[in-house]
């Protein structure tokens, strides 16, 4: 469980992690993710075997909810799966057409896509969540870049403590927030349509 201390020392480093998102992407002319350097376009795996970009095909003018997971965590990922789940549901059909969900696994050496279609099928997740793991490095980048980190590098090494936060953006429109994945599910889709 995160604590209090952890909790804030995630939430600074998240401010500051949109700030430079912000500067990064500051200017009329939207830059391209080479030009303003910000998200990395690395390679990823979806749970469907599927290679994909990250910036390219899962951000790129997306309205975007974004959570960090692993599938033997006994911790903090099973009720923020409940909890998203409960979001999936009430965001219907526009989950996958209109809201983008991901979650990336902390754990790719192990959450192979077939390990991540098992957590899906236990948790009872639908289409329109993509789960994704790839290379160690990419994912540490990745998950940098959007926020997800203890600037204590003791506490970031634990995933028994990992931030339980969900990072929700529309890069079409440059706007982006960080939120509790515990969250009610009402805050989450209030947050959520704030985008849409």
Not at 17 to 44: C, D, H, M, T, W
Not at 126 to 137: D, E
């Amino acid at each position: 469980m995160t604590s209090r201390r952890s909790f804030l020392q995630t939430a600074v480093a998240s401010s500051a992690a949109i700030a430079n998102l912000a500067v990064a992407k500051q200017g009329n002319a939207r830059p391209s993710s080479e030009e303003s350097g910000y998200f990395p376009n690395l390679v990823l795996e979806t749970h469907e075997g599927k290679r994909v970009r990250f910036y390219d095909d899962l951000v790129k003018g997306k309205m975007v909810v974004f959570n960090m997971m692993y599938a033997n965590c006994s911790n903090i990922c099973p009720p923020n799966t409940a909890n998203l789940l409960q979001v999936q549901q009430a965001l219907g059909a526009k989950a996958g057409r209109d809201v983008f969900m991901y979650s990336i696994t902390l754990q790719p050496e192990f959450d192979s896509a077939a390990a991540l279609q098992d957590y899906m099928r236990k948790y009872g997740i639908k289409s329109g969540w993509t789960f994704l793991t790839g290379q160690r490095k990419d994912i540490d980048l990745i998950r940098r870049k959007l926020g997800f980190f203890d600037p204590d590098p003791v506490i970031d090494a634990d995933l028994r403590q990992h931030t339980g936060m969900l990072r929700i953006g529309h890069d079409g429109r440059d706007r982006w927030s960080m939120l509790p994945a515990l969250a009610s599910p009402r805050q989450i889709l209030n947050s959520i349509s704030n985008y849409l």
